[in-house]
């Protein structure tokens, strides 16, 4: 190539690493198989039901039974019941009596969930993010986990499932069962999602999320409606 003939650049559109329907290889440790096998159980204790998929499959599969003949809110109340079998009662009452949602006790909700959680939402470090916090005030902090490609979002292809089964529930739980707001924001363009510990998470009817059409990879989905037919039960 002569030095003075330009460099071809990339075309964005077929780069792998910005297509949300590229497949990502993920390599679980013994750790990572432990937890994905702890919550699939509580999910088929909780729903009643099994499945034949194996590992991470498996935990997804049991995600898609769940919605099955179950509106929004009963999805939701699934996952709760999950979730509130994790961690005990009392537990989750120390927590919220002894620990106030201050800066640092955010701070290190990010840093916790940035460890646990990669083998849930894939790879993900902790960010900056403006947060508002209860009392209105608006400051910059660290406690914002920033999560390039959500494996669950990735794997399940569905607007549905991110949030009813995963960012309204988790929100939630972390808002009102711990007492540290946490507001989920994903990315149904790239599929990254970015979790704010200290930010109260908005309204329903307020929230974007809410009104996201199905992706365009969803096997059951209508990419051509306004807001993915899943959600239509959840801002009622």
């Given amino acids: 190539m002569s030095p003075d003939q330009p460099t071809a650049q990339p075309d964005p559109s077929t780069d792998p690493a910005t297509d949300p329907a590229t497949d990502h290889t993920y390599h679980d440790n013994l750790l990572d198989r432990l937890f994905i096998w702890l919550f699939s159980r509580k999910m088929a204790n909780a729903i009643g039901a099994e499945t034949s998929v194996s590992g991470y499959g498996g935990f997804v599969d049991l995600s ?6 179950r509106d929004a809110q009963a999805q939701q109340a699934a996952v709760a019941q999950v979730l509130q079998s994790l961690v005990p009662a009392p537990v989750l009452w120390m927590i919220r009596t002894v620990f106030s949602p201050t800066r640092l006790v955010c701070v290190l909700n990010a840093w916790f969930a940035a460890q646990m959680f990669e083998w849930l939402v894939g790879p993900c470090e902790v ?8 009392d209105g005030e608006v400051r910059s902090q660290p406690s914002a986990v920033e ?3 959500c494996r669950y979002l990735e794997d399940s292809q569905c607007v549905g499932m991110c949030v009813n089964m995963c960012k309204l529930p988790t929100q ?7 007492g540290i707001p946490l ?3 994903p990315n149904f363009d790239d599929l990254s999602c970015k979790m704010v ?7 329903l ?8 059409p199905c992706l ?3 096997s059951a989905g209508n990419a051509q409606t306004s807001a993915c037919h899943k959600l239509s039960q959840t801002v009622a």
């Fill in 205 to 212: 009817c307020e929230d974007e999320a809410l009104s996201q």
């Fill in 183 to 185: 507001t989920m924001i």
């Fill in 216 to 218: 365009p990879t969803c």
């Fill in 147 to 149: 999560i390039q490609k």
């Fill in 197 to 203: 510990f200290g930010q109260v998470p908005p309204a």
């Fill in 64 to 69: 898609k039974q769940i919605m099955q003949g």
């Fill in 127 to 134: 960010g900056e993010a403006e947060v508002t916090g209860i």
């Fill in 172 to 178: 939630t739980f972390f808002t009102e069962k711990f």
